[in-house]
Nanobody, 126 residues
Framework: QVQLVESGGASVQAGGSLRLSCAAS????????IGWFRQAPGKARAGVAT????????YYAGSVKGRFTISQDNAENPVFLQMNSLKPEDSAMYYC???????????????????WGQGTQVTVSS
């Protein structure tokens, strides 16, 4: 059974930084896409960043490019989302998602991922 556990969410002032962590377990394949999505109240869940664990390719939403970095030290370690220069519009519940053996759609489509964590709340105040 695949499990994803997120941590690191908090309340911060605009301009601050946070590092989210996603610990994955129970997966079978090494060919993984692990992504971060966020959902604010009344809005659709949106892709933030994804990493392909074979080769380390990364994908970012335009709104976070240059401010957020997704990384994984090695296959056994959590996936991190380093968030710098946070803005109030970054406030949302952040979810970790995992797809095994390739994506069935685009990296930022929630339907491309099979497994989801419970989420961690990020609140940025102005």
């Amino acid at each position: 059974q695949v499990q994803l556990v997120e941590s690191g969410g908090a309340s911060v002032q605009a301009g601050g930084s946070l590092r989210l962590s996603c610990a994955a377990s129970g997966y079978t394949y090494a060919n993984l896409h692990i992504g971060w999505f966020r959902q604010a109240p009344g809005k659709a869940r949106a892709g933030v960043a994804t990493i392909y664990t074979v080769g380390g390719s990364t994908y970012y939403a335009g709104s976070v490019k240059g401010r957020f970095t997704i990384s994984q030290d090695n296959a056994e370690n959590p996936v991190f989302l380093q968030m710098n220069s946070l803005k109030p519009e970054d406030s949302a519940m952040y979810y970790c998602a995992l797809a095994e053996n390739g994506l069935r759609g685009s990296w930022n489509d929630p339907k491309s991922y099979t497994y989801w964590g419970q989420g961690t709340q990020v609140t940025v105040s102005s």
